[in-house]
């Protein structure tokens, strides 16, 4: 019997799930604003030192960090999993408050583990890393977990496992592939097409020219730019729902949302080229036209090339935290030799290794990074 927790750092909620593999309890289902999580990271500590006999945590990793213990993480690598400048670490972005908690953790005698970041894999081939930083978060990693423990319930083999996972989240879009049972590509939400608070990847001209023009490019200017500054002055003041029931079809904002995941997803299926599912997740697969709409533009995409892959949602056991925070809790089991051992051996997270800057290729850019983001204070 092992007894997991896995937590989702999600843009609009922190979540928090536990399940036991045997009776099935569901020990912890919680969800916390981020803005409480940014005034108070401790919060998240308090809720797990109630928990009793938990045999493994996965706690948030921000970018990510060669699967280890927390405790062994070292300063440098927390400051990549989540770097930012002095002046964004003073403006208190959300980011900051993950910091805090990656740090608190580091410090807690919780038997606590961080996970790498897609780009960390060894199954990802070098070659599909060059010049990425965000290739899929670790909490990405969370949700093609949790689709690949749908399969493996449905009675799939993890060596027999070829799917593509989907999230469409309240910040970003993120498209991630496995093949055999192993992560083999990804496209991070700072990489995908539009999202709907993030901009998605930015033309090369338009981030010089940003570069060269806004006195300081904060990292929040990642989180906007997006499909619901088409609709909303202020997105954060409303739901994902109003922005569905606000736009219709040949609304531009949602588009250009739709067909950019359908683009995401032609673009990894050349890394796998013939998925037997595609799993959607994230917050706004939970709204039903919206689902069904993707769902349509996907099917119509893949019947154009004869894909015959089936477009199915990832399974939720809690109530309140979405799949990605489950799919942690399914890796910290399989870390205390859980019911899910098997299937987290095979994506060969131990293995994982290196830095977010390992794969630029400028050596001197690579080099100004690592240096420039080392000291950033937690």
Wanted: aromatic share 8%.
């Amino acid at each position: 019997m092992v007894r997991a927790v896995g937590i989702d750092p999600g843009t609009y909620s922190m979540d928090i799930f536990g399940f036991d593999d045997v009776t099935g309890e569901i020990i912890i289902d919680v969800s916390i604003p981020r803005e409480e999580i940014t005034r108070d990271p401790e919060i998240v500590l308090r809720h797990l030192e109630k928990l009793e006999n938990i045999d493994a945590i996965v706690g948030p990793s921000g970018y990510g960090v060669p699967l280890k213990r927390a405790r062994e993480t070292s300063i440098e690598e927390l400051s990549y999993a989540t770097f930012i400048t002095e002046k964004d670490y003073e403006r208190k972005l959300r980011i900051v408050g993950l910091r805090r908690l990656m740090k608190l953790m580091r410090e807690s005698r919780l038997n606590i583990w961080f996970c790498p970041g897609v780009i960390h894999l060894n199954t990802v081939p070098r070659y599909r890393k060059l010049n990425k930083i965000d290739m899929g978060t670790a909490d990405k990693i969370f949700s093609v977990v949790a689709a690949m423990r749908d399969e493996y319930d449905r009675g799939v083999e993890p060596e027999k496992m070829n799917i593509i996972v989907i999230e469409v989240g309240f910040a970003y879009n993120a498209v991630i592939g496995v093949r055999n049972g192993k992560i083999v590509d990804g496209i991070g939400g700072t990489c995908s097409t539009i999202g709907y608070l993030g901009a998605g990847a930015l033309d090369g001209e338009l981030a010089y020219a940003i570069a060269n023009s806004v006195e300081d490019f904060s990292k929040i200017l990642l989180f906007r730019g997006g499909v619901a500054y088409l609709v909303f002055d202020n997105p954060f003041n409303h739901t994902v729902e109003e922005f569905i029931e606000k736009v219709q079809k040949n609304h531009e904002a949602y588009e250009a949302f739709l067909e950019g995941i359908v683009k995401d997803l032609a673009r990894m299926l050349v890394s796998v080229e013939e998925p037997s599912r595609i799993y959607l997740s994230g917050r706004f697969i939970r709204v039903e036209r919206f689902r069904k709409d993707l769902e349509d533009r996907l099917l119509e995409f893949l019947k154009r090339f004869n894909i015959k892959s089936e477009i199915c949602t990832i399974g939720r056991m809690g109530k309140n935290v979405k799949e990605a925070a489950e799919g942690a809790a399914v890796i910290a089991n399989g870390i205390a030799g859980g019911r899910y051992k098997k299937l987290i051996d095979r994506l060969e997270l131990w293995n994982s290794s290196g830095t977010i800057f390992d794969h630029i290729v400028d050596p001197e850019i690579r080099r100004i990074l690592k240096d420039r983001f080392r000291n950033v204070p937690l």
